[in-house]
C-alpha cells in the first residue's frame, strides 16, 4: 500500500480516538500566531501612517487616507477573526488578504520620499513577522511608538524630509531590502518549522512504531490488517523466537537488540516485498500478506523456519537460534485483526509445544481445543471459590503385609457445564496461569485434615501422598505453607509424603532442592512420581535422599508380556533396592501385572486392579475389603 494512503488512515484512527495531533495543535497555534502579527502589523501600521499624514504629509488627499484605513480594517478584521468560529480553511485566506495589504504601507513612503526613520521601522516590523518571533514583534512595535514621539517631538520643516523626493536610488535599495529581508525570514521560517513538524510527527508516530527497531508495532499491524480484511483475504503469521526471555536473560540488553535486528532484517529479506511486518512483543514479529491464488507467498513463508533458525553470527558473539510460527488465515479464521491476532496465537501457542522450528496453521480443532483452555483458566478462580473442587483418595497397598499402606491424593473438578474435568486437563492450565499455588496450598489443606480426622479412627493410621507441582515449590514460602498445613490439621509430618516430578529437582540455583530438604528434616517423606519419565530420574538420585519411587503405568502395562517392561521394572525395582528405596508401582489393573510384580519383590502397588481413586467414605470401607 502506498504510504501516504496509509499514513492517511493511521492520521485519521488518531483522530478517532479524540486523539489531537501536536504537531496539529503546533501549526494551528503559529498559523494563528501569524494571523495576530499580519493583523498587528496592519493595524498598527495603518495607525502610524494616519498620523503621518496629519502630522508631516503637506496637502493630504482622500486617497491618502483611504489606504491607512483599508490597512486598519483588514488588520482589526484578521485579529477579530482569530476569535471566531469560521472554518480554519476559510481563515487562512482571509488572513493572506493582509499580504496584499502590507505593500501599501511601502507605496506611501516610496510615493512621498523615503524618511529613512519610518522605513527602517517599517522593516523591523516586517521582519519580526517573517521571522515569526514573538519578542521582536513587540520590540518593534514598542519602536515605532517611540519613533513617532521623537518625530513629533524633533519634527522641523528642514528635518523631516531627510532624504530627497527625487532619491530613487535609495527609494529602490530599501525595496530591495526589504524584499530580501521578508524572503530571508520567510525562508528561515519555513526551514524551522519543517523541522519542528518533522519532529512532532516522529514523537507522534512512536504511538505507532517500535522505537528499538524502527518498524511497524502492533498497534499499527493491528489496524493495517483492520484496513486491509474488508477486501482482501490476509494471511497473518506470528513469528517468535523461541526462549526469548532466557535470551534476553544471558545475552543482556544489547546483545539481544543486535540479535533482534538481524532477525527483523531475514524477515524482511524474504518477505517485506509482499508483506506488512511488524514487531510483536518480546521476541514475536508479525506479518500480513494478501492471499493468492499462486500462493507462492505461502511456499515463501514456509522457507521461514529455515530462514531464521540456526547460527546467528554477530560481531562480538554467536547465537543458535529456533523458532515457532503460528499462521491464520481471514477466510476461514476470522474477519478482524483481535480475532486473527488471537487464532495465530493458538497455532504459535501449539508450534512451541511441537518443538523447535514448527509452523503450524490454525484448524478448526486446534481452535476448538484453544477456547476450552482458556475457558478452562476462567472457570478455575469461580471454580474454586464456587467450592467445585474435591479430593478423591486412591488406596496404596504394602504387598508384603497385605494391607493398605496409604492413599493417594487426587483432586477432581465438578463444572456444572462440563461435568468431571480430569486433573490432567486443569492442573496443566492452573500451572500455565499460576492458579495452581492457591490450588495446591488448599489440596494440601483439605488432604491433611481429611485423613487426619480418618486416621485418628485407625490402629494403623495411613500415610497421605500428595502430588505438590514445581510452581508450588518455586513459591518463597513453600515450607512454611506445607508446615503450616499439618500444624493447622494436627497431621504428623511422618505420615505425609509429597509426590514431585523431576522437574521440581532441576532449578539451577537448588534453591528447590533445599527447601526439600528443609521438608525432610522435619520428617516429611519425599516421592518422586513418574519415574524414569524424564531425562534425569538417576540424578534426582543423587541429589536428594528420597523415600519412594513411584513407577509409572506405562512401565507396568502387560509386564508379565512385555520383555522391555520387565527389563525397566526389574532394573528399577533392584537400584530402588540398592538405593534403600521404597518402589511403588502404579497402574496395577491386572492380575498378572500384580503377580508378575510380587515375583519380582515389589513392595507397593496402586491401581485400578485393587482400587479406584474413591471419596474419602469409601476409603474405610477399602480397608476391610482390598484384594491381599
Ligand atoms: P499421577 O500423579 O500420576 O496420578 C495417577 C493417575 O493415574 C490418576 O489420574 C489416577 O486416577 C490414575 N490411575 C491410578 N490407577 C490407575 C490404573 O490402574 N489405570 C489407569 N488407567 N489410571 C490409573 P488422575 O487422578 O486423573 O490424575 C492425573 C494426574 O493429575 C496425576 O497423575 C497428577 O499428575 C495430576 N494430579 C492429580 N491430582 C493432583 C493434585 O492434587 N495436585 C497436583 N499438583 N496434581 C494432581
Ligand atoms: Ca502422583
Request: charged share 25%; aromatic share 10%.
Amino acid at each position: 500500500m502506498k504510504s501516504k494512503q496509509w499514513r492517511r488512515h493511521i492520521n485519521m484512527h488518531r483522530m478517532n480516538q479524540g486523539y489531537e495531533m501536536a504537531s496539529d495543535k503546533l501549526r494551528n497555534d503559529s498559523f494563528h500566531l501569524a494571523g495576530l502579527v499580519l493583523g498587528s502589523v496592519n493595524v498598527i501600521g495603518g495607525a502610524l501612517l494616519t498620523l503621518y499624514i496629519l502630522i508631516l504629509k503637506a496637502d493630504p488627499g482622500w486617497i491618502d487616507y483611504l489606504i491607512p484605513f483599508v490597512m486598519q480594517i483588514v488588520g482589526y478584521g484578521t485579529v477579530w477573526l482569530r476569535r471566531t468560529d469560521v472554518k480554519d480553511e476559510m481563515k487562512v485566506r482571509l488572513y493572506s488578504l493582509n499580504y496584499v495589504i502590507i505593500p501599501l504601507h511601502l507605496y506611501t513612503f516610496l510615493n512621498d520620499g523615503a524618511d529613512p526613520f519610518w522605513a527602517l521601522t517599517f522593516l523591523y516590523v516586517t521582519l519580526a513577522f517573517a521571522l515569526q518571533n514573538r519578542m521582536l514583534v513587540l520590540t518593534s512595535v514598542v519602536a515605532s511608538f517611540v519613533g513617532l514621539i521623537l518625530i513629533m517631538v524633533l519634527s522641523s520643516a528642514e528635518t523631516i524630509a531627510v532624504v530627497d523626493r527625487e532619491d530613487h536610488l535609495l527609494r529602490l535599495i530599501l525595496f530591495a531590502i526589504f524584499v530580501a529581508y521578508v524572503a530571508w525570514g520567510l525562508k528561515v521560517g519555513k526551514e524551522k518549522e519543517t523541522l519542528l513538524y518533522d519532529y512532532m510527527n516522529r514523537a507522534e508516530n512512536t504511538a505507532y512504531e517500535d522505537p528499538q527497531l524502527a518498524m511497524p508495532n502492533q498497534l499499527d499491524f493491528n489496524l493495517y490488517v483492520d484496513y486491509q480484511l474488508p477486501e482482501t483475504e490476509l494471511i497473518v503469521a506470528k513469528i517468535e523466537m523461541n526462549e526469548y526471555e532466557a535470551i534476553y536473560n544471558v545475552l543482556g540488553h544489547r546483545k539481544c537488540e543486535a540479535l533482534l535486528h538481524v532477525f527483523k532484517q531475514r524477515i524482511i529479506e524474504l518477505l517485506a516485498d509482499v508483506a506488512h511486518v511488524a514487531k510483536g512483543e518480546g521476541g514475536q514479529f508479525l506479518v500480513a500478506f494478501k492471499a493468492d491464488e499462486s500462493n507462492q507467498e505461502e511456499q515463501r513463508l514456509a522457507t521461514l523456519p529455515e530462514t531464521l533458525s540456526g547460527m546467528y553470527v554477530l560481531e562480538s558473539f554467536d547465537y543458535m537460534l529456533s523458532v515457532s510460527i503460528g499462521v491464520t488465515k481471514s477466510e476461514s479464521d476470522g474477519r478482524h485483526s483481535d480475532e486473527l491476532m488471537r487464532n495465530a496465537q493458538f497455532a504459535l501457542n501449539h508450534a512451541r509445544t511441537l518443538g523447535m522450528n514448527q509452523l503450524i496453521y490454525c484448524t478448526p480443532e486446534l481452535k476448538r481445543s484453544s477456547l476450552k483452555t482458556i475457558r478452562l483458566s476462567d472457570g478455575l478462580h469461580r471454580a474454586y471459590l464456587d467450592d467445585e473442587f474435591h479430593l478423591v483418595y486412591q488406596p496404596q497397598l504394602n504387598l508384603r503385609s497385605g494391607q493398605m499402606s496409604g492413599v493417594e491424593a487426587l483432586v477432581r473438578w465438578e463444572h456444572p457445564e462440563l461435568g468431571s474435568v480430569p486433573p490432567g486437563v486443569f492442573i496443566e492450565v492452573a500451572e500455565k496461569n499460576g492458579f495452581i499455588v492457591k490450588l495446591g496450598t488448599w489440596i494440601l489443606r483439605k488432604a491433611c485434615a481429611e485423613i487426619q480426622t480418618l486416621n485418628s479412627s485407625l490402629a494403623n493410621p495411613l500415610r497421605l501422598a500428595v502430588n505438590v507441582s514445581v510452581i508450588q515449590v518455586e513459591q518463597p514460602d513453600f515450607v512454611e505453607t506445607v508446615l503450616a498445613a499439618l500444624e493447622e490439621t494436627g497431621m504428623s509430618a511422618e505420615l505425609l509424603e509429597i509426590e514431585l516430578t523431576e522437574r521440581a529437582f532441576l532449578n539451577h540455583d537448588e534453591a528447590n532442592l533445599m527447601k526439600i530438604q528443609k521438608l525432610q528434616s522435619h520428617g516429611i517423606q519425599v516421592a518422586i512420581d513418574d519415574f524414569g519419565t524424564g531425562y534425569s530420574s538417576f540424578d534426582v538420585l543423587k541429589k536428594v535422599r528420597v523415600d519412594t519411587i513411584k513407577v509409572p503405568r506405562e512401565f507396568v502395562d502387560y509386564v508379565d508380556e512385555n520383555v522391555d517392561n520387565q527389563h525397566i521394572l526389574e532394573t528399577i525395582l533392584s537400584m530402588a533396592n540398592r538405593f534403600g528405596v521404597t518402589c511403588l508401582a502404579e497402574g496395577i489393573e491386572r492380575k498378572e501385572e500384580n503377580d508378575f510384580l510380587v515375583r519380582q519383590g515389589g513392595e507397593e502397588v496402586q491401581g485400578y486392579y485393587y482400587a479406584r481413586p474413591v471419596a474419602l467414605e469409601d476409603v474405610q470401607r477399602q480397608l476391610f475389603t482390598l484384594k491381599s
